[in-house]
Nanobody, 118 residues
Framework: QVQLVESGGGLVQPGGSLRLSCAAS????????MGWYRQAPGKQREPVAL???????TYADSVKGRFTISRDNAKNTVYLQMNSLKPEDTAVYYC????????????WGQGTQVTVSS
Protein backbone atom coordinates (compact mmCIF):
# COMPACT_ATOMS: atom_id res chain seq x y z
CA GLN A 1 0.00 0.00 0.00
CA VAL A 2 1.33 3.42 -0.98
CA GLN A 3 1.24 6.26 1.51
CA LEU A 4 1.51 9.91 0.58
CA VAL A 5 2.03 12.34 3.45
CA GLU A 6 1.60 16.06 2.85
CA SER A 7 3.01 18.82 5.02
CA GLY A 8 3.69 22.54 4.88
CA GLY A 9 0.20 23.98 4.85
CA GLY A 10 -0.91 26.82 7.07
CA LEU A 11 -2.15 30.38 7.30
CA VAL A 12 -0.40 33.02 5.21
CA GLN A 13 -1.13 36.61 4.26
CA PRO A 14 -1.92 37.57 0.66
CA GLY A 15 1.31 37.91 -1.29
CA GLY A 16 3.08 35.42 0.94
CA SER A 17 4.67 32.06 0.18
CA LEU A 18 4.38 28.47 1.32
CA ARG A 19 6.08 25.26 0.28
CA LEU A 20 4.13 22.04 0.42
CA SER A 21 5.85 18.66 0.61
CA CYS A 22 4.54 15.22 -0.28
CA ALA A 23 6.59 12.29 0.99
CA ALA A 24 5.90 8.91 -0.61
CA SER A 25 6.37 5.55 1.10
CA UNK A 26 8.17 4.11 -1.91
CA UNK A 27 10.32 5.30 -4.78
CA UNK A 28 8.59 8.01 -6.77
CA UNK A 29 10.23 6.60 -9.89
CA UNK A 30 7.43 4.03 -9.77
CA UNK A 31 4.80 6.69 -10.47
CA UNK A 32 4.14 7.91 -13.99
CA UNK A 33 2.70 11.21 -12.79
CA MET A 34 2.65 12.99 -9.46
CA GLY A 35 0.78 16.13 -8.73
CA TRP A 36 -1.06 18.52 -6.50
CA TYR A 37 -4.80 19.05 -6.50
CA ARG A 38 -6.90 21.37 -4.39
CA GLN A 39 -10.46 21.56 -3.19
CA ALA A 40 -12.07 24.72 -1.88
CA PRO A 41 -15.30 24.63 0.15
CA GLY A 42 -18.28 23.96 -2.08
CA LYS A 43 -16.11 23.32 -5.13
CA GLN A 44 -14.84 20.27 -6.96
CA ARG A 45 -11.29 19.06 -6.58
CA GLU A 46 -9.13 20.51 -9.34
CA PRO A 47 -5.60 19.87 -10.59
CA VAL A 48 -3.04 22.52 -9.71
CA ALA A 49 0.30 21.20 -10.92
CA LEU A 50 1.55 17.89 -12.33
CA UNK A 51 5.00 16.45 -12.95
CA UNK A 52 5.81 13.32 -14.90
CA UNK A 53 8.56 10.81 -14.30
CA UNK A 54 10.38 12.57 -17.14
CA UNK A 55 10.09 15.93 -15.32
CA UNK A 56 7.51 17.40 -17.69
CA UNK A 57 5.36 19.86 -15.76
CA THR A 58 1.92 21.34 -16.31
CA TYR A 59 0.05 23.99 -14.35
CA ALA A 60 -3.46 25.28 -14.00
CA ASP A 61 -3.80 28.67 -15.67
CA SER A 62 -4.71 30.24 -12.33
CA VAL A 63 -1.30 29.39 -10.80
CA LYS A 64 1.06 29.74 -13.76
CA GLY A 65 4.00 31.97 -12.91
CA ARG A 66 3.29 31.73 -9.18
CA PHE A 67 3.56 28.01 -8.32
CA THR A 68 6.38 25.59 -9.08
CA ILE A 69 6.25 21.81 -8.77
CA SER A 70 9.45 19.85 -8.34
CA ARG A 71 10.64 16.45 -7.21
CA ASP A 72 13.54 15.06 -5.20
CA ASN A 73 13.93 11.45 -6.23
CA ALA A 74 16.48 10.70 -3.51
CA LYS A 75 13.98 11.78 -0.85
CA ASN A 76 10.91 10.33 -2.60
CA THR A 77 9.32 13.73 -2.20
CA VAL A 78 7.41 16.12 -4.43
CA TYR A 79 7.16 19.81 -3.61
CA LEU A 80 4.87 22.67 -4.48
CA GLN A 81 6.40 26.11 -4.04
CA MET A 82 3.60 28.66 -3.88
CA ASN A 83 4.43 32.34 -4.22
CA SER A 84 2.30 35.48 -4.47
CA LEU A 85 -0.55 33.67 -2.77
CA LYS A 86 -4.07 35.00 -3.17
CA PRO A 87 -7.20 34.47 -1.05
CA GLU A 88 -8.64 32.38 -3.88
CA ASP A 89 -5.80 29.89 -3.38
CA THR A 90 -7.39 28.92 -0.07
CA ALA A 91 -8.19 25.21 -0.18
CA VAL A 92 -7.21 21.79 1.02
CA TYR A 93 -4.27 20.67 -1.10
CA TYR A 94 -3.91 16.99 -1.92
CA CYS A 95 -0.94 15.07 -3.25
CA UNK A 96 -1.61 12.51 -5.95
CA UNK A 97 0.39 9.71 -7.52
CA UNK A 98 -0.66 7.87 -10.65
CA UNK A 99 0.53 4.59 -12.08
CA UNK A 100 -0.59 4.07 -15.67
CA UNK A 101 -1.28 0.41 -16.25
CA UNK A 102 -3.95 -2.24 -16.14
CA UNK A 103 -5.55 -1.31 -13.88
CA UNK A 104 -4.69 2.34 -13.41
CA UNK A 105 -3.66 2.95 -9.81
CA UNK A 106 -4.39 6.30 -8.24
CA UNK A 107 -3.16 7.26 -4.77
CA TRP A 108 -4.07 10.26 -2.60
CA GLY A 109 -2.67 11.88 0.48
CA GLN A 110 -4.80 13.05 3.37
CA GLY A 111 -4.59 16.72 2.41
CA THR A 112 -3.16 19.84 3.98
CA GLN A 113 -5.04 23.08 4.56
CA VAL A 114 -3.79 26.30 2.98
CA THR A 115 -5.50 29.50 4.07
CA VAL A 116 -4.62 32.85 2.53
CA SER A 117 -6.06 35.67 4.56
CA SER A 118 -5.12 38.98 6.14
Amino acid sequence: QVQLVESGGGLVQPGGSLRLSCAASRSIFSFNVMGWYRQAPGKQREPVALITSGDVTTYADSVKGRFTISRDNAKNTVYLQMNSLKPEDTAVYYCNALVVGVPVRNYWGQGTQVTVSS
